[in-house]
């Protein structure tokens, strides 16, 4: 079940050496935390497309973000957005991390990215040249922005990048399965370091008018975009489009400490599994999220009664949370009462592939900060959801072990658990 047999004494440990993220609150991590904690929202109203016609019109946009800080104008205006995003967070991540590239085996470090969409918005610039000026006017590198692997793609060529390369694109789940995934690379040896992480940058008409005819996006509070998302609230009625990349460097414990590279975390758990049930909707009271995490927590050799706190998927659908929280039911038992919950996505939205990535940023940092984020808008609690939820601001807690949902469409779940690094 997207797990390690082996012993977990008996193989590599696998720790994060930096982080970089582009989100709704700001770039940087630095810029992303202090928000967060303040209990800022980052959903505003739309600009990446006219949204008039449609009931949402309000998005997590990333603010003031200038692609030429991160690579030549050149080669950015060659990327798709998410291309873009997951390059620049990588920058940041490699030089949090200390990490000179001339100074190890380029053949020994790997990429995996998690996206939904890939370049999804460059279809609406496409689809209106073909249409209006004819095909051979469409922009030569469509394909190439347009395809899901070119984040990790971009990637490599950016940095030089010779070793393990792959493209994860399980939905929402893909940006916390693509770091999970890179854990296993490097736990079987085939590579000393992993760049991995979500992007997204979806944001447009096509993506708008899709989830907007699904019925599946908030929209009650256009007029008050800051209280639009609200997972486990009594007047959720869906989530919030937004965009962003959270990237990690993952590295082999002792490859890190053979160049004095200080570790934020562990990873110690990864779990994954299929709801095999329905196309949009969870499994019946969580149960194929509640086999991801009892994975998880298996492969990291602990009980549910270690875990301090758990980062919810927590989308604000009626039927999304309530299944979270029958799934986080089920792996406690009536501890679960006891265990704090929170949902990053009140404060900037849901960014699909790339939520996992900056989700797993924010865990790292409650770990690192014993700061745990609010669930924003959590004013009345729905029916079925009953659990400590952090509601409206953040708290102060001794957090050293976490577990990180993250659920797709097509009911594919991937977790992780995360945990202080104890040398």
Same mark, same amino acid.
């Given at each position: 079940m997207?797990?390690?047999?082996?012993?977990?004494?008996?193989r590599?440990?696998?720790?994060?050496?930096?982080?970089?993220?582009?989100?709704?609150?700001g770039?940087?991590?630095?810029?992303?935390?202090?928000?967060?904690?303040?209990?800022?929202?980052?959903?505003?109203?739309?600009? &990446?497309?006219?949204p008039?016609n449609?009931p949402?019109?309000?998005a997590?946009?990333?603010?003031d973000f200038?692609?030429?800080?991160f690579?030549?104008?050149?080669?950015?205006?060659?990327m798709?957005?998410?291309?873009q995003?997951?390059?620049?967070?990588?920058?940041?991540?490699v030089?949090?991390?200390?990490?000179?590239?001339d100074?190890?085996?380029?053949?020994r470090?790997?990429?995996?990215?998690?996206?939904?969409?890939?370049?999804i918005?460059?279809?609406?610039e496409?689809m209106?040249t073909?249409?209006?000026?004819?095909?051979?006017?469409?922009d030569?590198?469509?394909?190439?922005?347009?395809?899901?692997?070119?984040?990790?793609g971009?990637i490599s060529?950016?940095?030089?990048?010779l070793?393990?390369?792959?493209?994860?694109a399980t939905?929402?789940?893909a940006g916390?399965?693509?770091?999970g995934?890179a854990?296993?690379?490097?736990?079987?040896?085939?590579?000393?370091?992993m760049?991995?992480g979500?992007?997204?940058?979806?944001?447009?008409?096509?993506g708008?008018?899709g989830?907007a005819?699904?019925r599946? &996006?908030?929209?009650?509070h256009?007029?008050d975009p800051?209280?639009?998302?609200?997972p486990f609230d009594?007047d959720?009625?869906?989530?919030v489009?937004?965009?962003?990349?959270?990237i990690?460097?993952?590295?082999?414990?002792?490859?890190?400490?053979?160049?004095?590279a200080?570790p934020l975390?562990?990873?110690?758990g990864?779990?994954?599994?299929?709801?095999?049930?329905?196309?949009?909707?969870?499994?019946d009271?969580?149960?194929g999220?509640?086999?991801?995490?009892?994975t998880a927590?298996?492969?990291?050799?602990?009980?549910?009664d270690?875990?301090?706190?758990?980062?919810?998927?927590a989308?604000a659908?009626d039927?999304?949370d309530v299944?979270?929280?029958g799934?986080?039911?089920t792996?406690?038992g009536?501890?679960?009462?006891?265990v704090?919950?929170s949902?990053?996505?009140?404060?900037?939205?849901?960014l699909?592939?790339?939520s996992?990535g900056?989700?797993?940023i924010?865990?790292?940092?409650?770990i690192r900060?014993?700061?745990?984020?609010p669930?924003?808008n959590?004013?009345?609690?729905?029916?079925?959801?009953?659990?400590?939820y952090?509601?409206?601001?953040?708290?102060?807690?001794?957090?050293?072990?976490v577990v990180?949902n993250?659920?797709?469409?097509?009911?594919?779940?991937?977790? &992780?658990v995360?945990?202080?690094?104890d040398?």
């Amino acid at each position: 079940m997207g797990c390690s047999v082996v012993n977990p004494a008996d193989r590599r440990r696998v720790v994060i050496t930096g982080m970089g993220a582009i989100t709704p609150l700001g770039v940087g991590v630095e810029q992303f935390w202090e928000n967060a904690v303040a209990g800022q929202s980052g959903i505003r109203r739309m600009t &990446l497309a006219d949204p008039s016609n449609y009931p949402c019109q309000v998005a997590g946009e990333v603010p003031d973000f200038d692609y030429t800080q991160f690579m030549d104008r050149k080669d950015g205006r060659r990327m798709a957005r998410f291309s873009q995003y997951a390059v620049a967070a990588t920058r940041m991540a490699v030089d949090h991390a200390a990490l000179d590239l001339d100074h190890v085996d380029r053949e020994r470090v790997g990429v995996i990215i998690g996206n939904g969409g890939g370049g999804i918005p460059n279809d609406d610039e496409a689809m209106r040249t073909l249409f209006e000026r004819g095909g051979m006017k469409v922009d030569p590198f469509y394909i190439s922005k347009r395809l899901n692997n070119m984040a990790g793609g971009n990637i490599s060529i950016q940095f030089g990048l010779l070793g393990y390369n792959n493209t994860v694109a399980t939905a929402c789940a893909a940006g916390t399965q693509a770091i999970g995934d890179a854990t296993e690379v490097i736990r079987r040896g085939a590579a000393d370091v992993m760049i991995a992480g979500g992007a997204e940058a979806g944001v447009c008409e096509l993506g708008l008018a899709g989830f907007a005819s699904m019925r599946a &996006l908030a929209s009650a509070h256009n007029g008050d975009p800051a209280h639009a998302s609200r997972p486990f609230d009594r007047d959720r009625d869906g989530f919030v489009p937004a965009e962003g990349a959270g990237i990690l460097v993952l590295e082999a414990l002792d490859h890190a400490l053979a160049r004095g590279a200080v570790p934020l975390a562990e990873l110690i758990g990864y779990g994954v599994s299929a709801d095999a049930a329905y196309l949009v909707a969870p499994a019946d009271n969580g149960s194929g999220a509640a086999r991801a995490i009892k994975t998880a927590l298996r492969d990291a050799g602990i009980t549910p009664d270690e875990v301090d706190y758990v980062s919810a998927h927590a989308t604000a659908t009626d039927v999304g949370d309530v299944a979270e929280t029958g799934a986080l039911k089920t792996v406690f038992g009536e501890r679960v009462y006891e265990v704090p919950v929170s949902a990053l996505k009140s404060q900037i939205g849901h960014l699909l592939g790339g939520s996992g990535g900056v989700e797993t940023i924010a865990a790292i940092q409650t770990i690192r900060t014993g700061m745990i984020l609010p669930t924003l808008n959590l004013e009345h609690p729905g029916e079925g959801c009953d659990l400590d939820y952090v509601p409206l601001t953040a708290r102060a807690a001794d957090v050293r072990t976490v577990v990180k949902n993250s659920f797709g469409f097509g009911g594919q779940n991937a977790v &992780l658990v995360l945990r202080r690094y104890d040398a």
